[in-house]
């Protein structure tokens, strides 16, 4: 079994374009570590408004000066050529090359990450650097590119439960020689699956999916619609590697279980970390499953350093040449598999708190008392969450209501039922005798 880190080395430098060959080893090769199945939707099969697009490969891409001087080669490096761009060759004038020639909007000396799935056109990226150096009149371009028939992948780990209600983890593999975004949403994603996996029956099912972007999520919903019902919740990883607090993202539906549970469970897992609505912080896969239709509330986690909405990138080295295994470490990525792990259990761990009791309880006689001279925070905490304990409350709805973290509220909600005072149900159970 390879660590997160050995898998980000191994794979992060493949082609990984959303249909492509090197997708499809890097998929396989992930398959090895976990029993995943691997979901495979052809070109042209229609996916609701969408459709599945051709598998692209590029054998060849460079720019080079009338006497032969090469200047840039896809060889050296795949961000090199425009993710899905058109096959082209010839000499072009410098205005016609500036036209088709990216460069990265901040980092003079990296190489942009550029794709055109769909309006596409052709086109090569450099750093900033090397198109500055650009003096002559006119230069030679190449980028043999092929269109063809193949299947989009999605690969799927399930660890069942003892429900076939179900929590989805996504990630995507789709971003050619980059680390923090993608990969390290997909080594975390399998880490979790593994520990799941070995480790004692949950409650719900979880299902890991590993995909291209948007169109990998669309492929797998639109074929597995029967499923949506039974997804009550989803999480989507990425770029969990760079140095960064946590960044939660709530879903399209903030007043729902998994919303209110993550939030009031994640305070407490990463002190440093921030918390942002549906689309502030970062979009990704996250958006087909809350979309119309789907509704499937799906939260975000990642390590963000400026949200979505400060017009900041998401971290340095963000779509360039530059996102490399450098920028991640093994401790990060561990950590960050930590906080996915615990926000899971608080989410199996979230019940509805149904009282054994009427009126208020007599504590001392039970011995849990808590002295309101000595901690008049742990007394008003004690008989603010007993209030609540009512059949129709989350410990979750509780937690989010007080303000106060998920586990505070689960400490105080065992006690009562170690002590025969409360009970735990997975459906509400009103006992308010007027319902
Ligand atoms: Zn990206």
């Known amino acids: 079994m390879s660590s997160m880190i050995e898998l980000i080395n191994e794979l992060w430098f493949l082609k990984r374009d959303i249909v492509s060959d090197d997708f499809d080893r890097a998929l396989y090769r992930l398959a090895e570590e976990v029993p995943m199945t691997i979901h495979e939707y052809p070109t042209g099969e229609p996916c609701w408004t969408w459709r599945v697009p051709e598998k692209w490969s590029c054998s060849e891409a460079y720019l080079e000066t009338l006497d032969g001087r090469r200047l840039l080669d896809y060889r050296k490096h795949p961000l090199h050529a425009v993710s899905y761009s058109l096959p082209f060759e010839g000499v072009v004038s410098r205005d016609e090359l500036l036209r088709h020639l990216h460069i990265h909007p901040r980092l003079p000396q990296a190489i942009p990450f550029v794709f055109k799935y769909y309006e596409r056109d052709w086109g090569l990226c450099a750093s900033q650097e090397l198109r500055d150096s650009l003096v002559e009149p006119a230069y030679r371009a190449v980028i043999r590119t092929r269109f063809e028939p193949g299947t989009l992948k999605v ?33 975390v994603g ?11 029956r949950r409650e719900y099912t979880y299902r890991l999916l590993i995909l291209p972007e948007t169109i990998g999520s669309v492929a797998y919903l639109s074929h597995n619609e029967a499923l949506i019902p039974s997804m009550h919740g989803g999480l989507f990883l990425e770029m969990l590697g760079n140095d960064a607090p946590h960044a939660l ?33 970062i979009d990704n896969d996250e958006r087909q ?3 119309p239709g789907v509704r499937v509330p799906m939260l975000s986690l990642s390590r963000v350093e400026a949200p979505k909405s400060s017009g900041k990138p998401p971290y340095p080295e963000y779509h360039s040449s530059l996102d490399t295994p450098a920028i991640v470490s093994a401790e990060r990525l561990e950590a960050s598999s930590r906080v996915v792990l615990s926000l899971l259990d608080a989410w199996e761990r979230n019940q509805y708190a149904v009282n054994h009791f009427k009126g208020e309880v007599f504590c001392s006689g039970y011995g849990i008392w808590i002295d309101y001279r000595l901690n008049p925070e742990g007394h008003r905490r004690l008989f603010d969450i007993m209030e609540r304990c009512d059949g129709e409350r989350t410990i ?10 998920f586990q505070s509220v689960w400490d105080v909600v065992s006690l009562l039922e170690a002590k025969g005072l409360a009970w735990f149900s997975r459906e509400p159970h009103s006992t308010d005798p007027h319902r």
């Open 396 to 405: 979750a709805d509780i937690a989010v209501e007080l303000d106060v973290s």
């Open 289 to 291: 499953f809350n979309a």
């Open 155 to 187: 690969g799927e780990v399930v660890i069942p439960g003892r429900s076939q209600d179900c929590f989805v983890l996504a990630a995507h593999l789709c971003h050619p020689a980059m680390v923090n975004d993608d990969l390290t949403g997909v080594v």
């Open 249 to 281: 993202q709530g879903s399209f539906q903030p007043d729902c279980q998994v919303d209110r549970c993550f939030t009031a469970s994640f305070k407490s897992l990463d002190p440093l970390g921030y918390r942002g609505a549906y689309r502030t912080i």
């Open 190 to 200: 399998l880490e979790v699956a593994r520990l799941l996996l070995a480790g004692p």
